[in-house]
């Protein structure tokens, strides 16, 4: 199996909210921070193949940044990252670039990324136009999609779309021959032939 990793940035943009929607088809209206770092396991089927989605949660808080530039290693684990914003906070979508360069610090040179635009269903205090976000998808040559984790729009298929990419381009290097690859997401985790692939994901 692979893994697919994903991050988030500012805080109470609606990472975590966008999470239990895809993994767990809930939502709460009830604001919790996250603490350093948490995760979740999603099984979905892509293209006849069993793909597991291991997507992390990052805290966005400024007191929590020692905690996720100790994860290295993580980082660089990661083989999509999803950088949200809220389109009500232009202040969070203004950060999306320090996220950005913090990728660019310490995850992988290679790594799948798709800019997030979420509570689209709040368009009437919306201060981060849709043109605005495309641009800054374009500048950087990565994917764009708004989403409502409240309403469920669009998250279902930013995640798809962003494991289509990783197994696209894990496909691409390894061939049609080549059996799967197994990567292991961190130590607790034992490395094992399966028909499958794994996919770390991280939301920033």
């Known amino acids: 199996m692979e893994t697919l990793q994903s991050c988030s940035s500012d805080s109470g943009v609606g990472k975590t909210c966008v999470l239990l929607r895809f993994c767990d088809s ?33 805290a966005g808080q400024e007191r929590f940044k020692t905690i996720t530039s100790s994860y290295t290693a993580y980082y660089r684990g990661a083989m999509g990252i999803m950088l949200v914003y809220d389109i009500t906070s232009e202040k969070s979508f203004d950060n999306i670039k320090n996220w950005i360069r913090n990728i660019e ?45 409240k309403a469920n729009i669009n998250v279902e298929e ?27 997401p961190n130590k607790n985790h034992h490395e094992k032939k399966v028909s499958s692939f794994w996919s770390k994901c991280s939301l920033l």
């Open 26 to 58: 809930a939502f709460s209206t009830t604001f919790i921070s996250t603490i350093g770092i948490d995760f979740k396991i999603r099984t979905i089927d892509l293209e006849g193949r069993k793909i597991k989605l291991q997507i992390w949660d990052t």
């Open 105 to 149: 610090e310490h995850a992988s040179a290679d790594v799948e990324r798709m800019l997030i635009g979420n509570k689209c269903d709040m368009a009437d205090k919306r201060q981060v136009g849709r043109e605005k976000s495309e641009q800054l998808a374009i500048e950087y040559g990565i994917k764009f999609m708004e989403t409502s984790a």
């Open 158 to 184: 930013a995640f798809t779309t962003l494991a289509k990419d990783i197994k696209a381009k894990i496909d691409k290097k390894s061939g049609p021959e080549t059996a799967p690859t197994v990567i292991k």
